[in-house]
């Protein structure tokens, strides 16, 4: 069975559901990340500074996880079911820190099949709801080093 973690905020779309399965079907894959700094989906251009720190979280946590990810604080993953409920009895982040934490403890699965795939994005702005602040992007990078270095 495979588990589909998507942010409920409408910015991702479930019409992107066939292109994360993909690789499971086809490639044996165990985790898919969807990026919406991928392929040519349909992306509505919004804030630089959420783009730059999107960019800069991704880079953090590459250098300590040894992935190559384009998109490490998409809402739209997939994963293994058996993989994320042993993974998911030691979460313990919430908010935006599930990303860099996930992403931490999915990089040390012992012989990871890990895909990136491209997906549409839909993003909102402040007075439509969106809720990320500054002060998110400093716990995400709190939690990219507790969850990677300790």
């Known amino acids: 069975d495979i588990v589909i973690v ?6 991702y779309s479930v019409d992107d559901y066939p292109t994360i399965l993909e690789p499971f079907l086809h490639y044996g894959a165990n985790v ?8 040519n989906r ?12 999107n960019q800069f979280l991704t880079f953090l946590s590459n250098l300590y996880t040894n ?16 993989l994320i409920r042993t993974l998911a009895t030691s979460l313990e ?13 999915v990089s040390r699965v012992p012989n990871l099949k890990l895909f990136e795939v491209g997906i549409s994005y ?14 998110d992007g400093i716990y995400a990078t709190y939690a990219i080093l507790r969850y990677n270095l300790f």
């Open 67 to 82: 992935l190559n990810l384009t998109d490490m604080e998409t809402g739209c993953k997939a994963f293994d079911g058996k």
């Open 93 to 105: 982040s919430t908010r935006f820190g599930f990303e860099p934490e996930i992403t931490a403890r």
């Open 42 to 53: 349909p992306h509505r251009i919004l804030y630089f500074w959420h783009y730059l720190a």
């Open 6 to 11: 998507q942010d409920a905020d409408l910015e």
């Open 122 to 135: 839909s993003g909102r702005t402040y007075q439509e709801g969106k809720k990320v602040s500054f002060l």
């Open 32 to 39: 898919v990340y969807g990026s919406r700094f991928m392929g």
